[in-house]
């Protein structure tokens, strides 16, 4: 009986369950993100941006008198009323929490909410909007949402590089109005400004030249210097700026990938752990049930002749 009790007593003293990590939640409902993970849902909804985008054009071309606008009206209602129900596809597939968080998102939500507003048939400037729609063709496909987040993370070097070049079109308009005061193109301070502007972009570059060099023969050193320094040396900042962002997105895209993976990764660890934890369960549901069956069985054999 001592040795049954015993038996007993180590079988109901179970081991210590491991801790189960907590489960990240990916947030949203199963069903929904299997219907929008699919190349099915995005070669739908791209092909409706586009025929959005075509019949936007037709109705402009025609205007109001057109042979297609009241059919034209009535098919924008209806891309409308799929691109919110994309919207609400694609927040409950993914959760308030994540959704919000990507600003490609937000910018979805901003530009059907506009469209929205461009239905209204009391102000005919705010029909323009619908024209917006169109910008969703941006963050449908992913190489283009890739080159303008690259445009967004150059930003810095972007405005650094404009502020150079105001700096020297400053200088040059003071110097230039100083000059060639006389001049109708660098009469003052402001059309200094849109004469260089156009000196940098060689519009109307020889006649420019030409003109100066009737009042002042060193003319073309100082047209010659502004575009050099302005057209070739700045502007091409913003080139090599941006260039190098665009390279250095798809890096980006590699370690967000890196992360989803890891996160997979973790949560099918999750998944194994919470499985050991079950199988722990049941071992200790058996071992009990065979101390309490030993037990039972010492309790009820007869007594020794």
């Not at 609400?88 to 937000?106: C, T």
């Not at 060639?180 to 109307?204: C, E, N, T, Y």
């Amino acid at each position: 009986m001592m040795a049954n009790a015993t038996v007993a007593a180590e079988g109901e003293q179970k081991p210590a369950k491991p801790k189960a990590k907590r489960k990240k939640s990916r947030g949203g409902i199963p069903l929904f993100r299997w219907l929008t993970r699919n190349w099915v849902w995005d070669g739908f909804i791209l092909i409706c941006i586009i025929a959005n985008a075509a019949i936007l054009g037709i109705d402009a071309h025609y205007g109001e008198t057109g042979p297609y606008h009241a059919q034209i009206e009535q098919w924008n209602m209806y891309f409308l009323f799929i691109f919110t129900g994309e919207l609400v596809f694609e927040f409950l597939a993914q959760g308030p929490h994540k959704y919000f968080s990507n600003g490609w998102n937000v910018f979805d939500v901003i530009v059907v909410g506009l469209s929205y507003i461009a239905t209204s048939p009391a102000i005919s400037a705010l029909r323009t909007l619908r024209v917006i729609r169109v910008f969703r063709l941006v963050s449908a496909v992913p190489q283009m949402r890739r080159v303008v987040e690259a445009l967004f993370g150059a930003m810095p070097g972007i405005l650094a590089s404009f502020a150079i070049l105001a700096v020297v079109f400053y200088i040059a308009a003071v110097m230039g109005t100083t000059l060639f005061h006389s001049d109708p193109g660098f009469s003052d301070l402001g059309q200094s400004m849109l004469s260089l502007f156009a000196l940098s972009q060689f519009d109307g570059w020889g006649d420019t030249i030409t003109r100066l060099q009737g009042e002042n023969p060193y003319a073309w050193i100082f047209v010659l210097g502004f575009t050099l320094i302005a057209a070739f040396a700045v502007l091409n900042l913003f080139i090599g700026v941006i260039v190098e962002a665009v390279q250095a997105a798809p890096q980006d895209e590699i370690k967000e990938e890196i992360g989803e993976v890891q996160e997979e990764v973790g949560e099918i660890q999750v998944a194994q752990e919470d499985a050991a934890v079950v199988q722990q369960r049941i071992l200790d549901e058996v071992r009990a049930l065979r101390a309490e069956i030993a037990s039972l069985r010492a309790g009820s054999a007869p007594p020794a002749a």
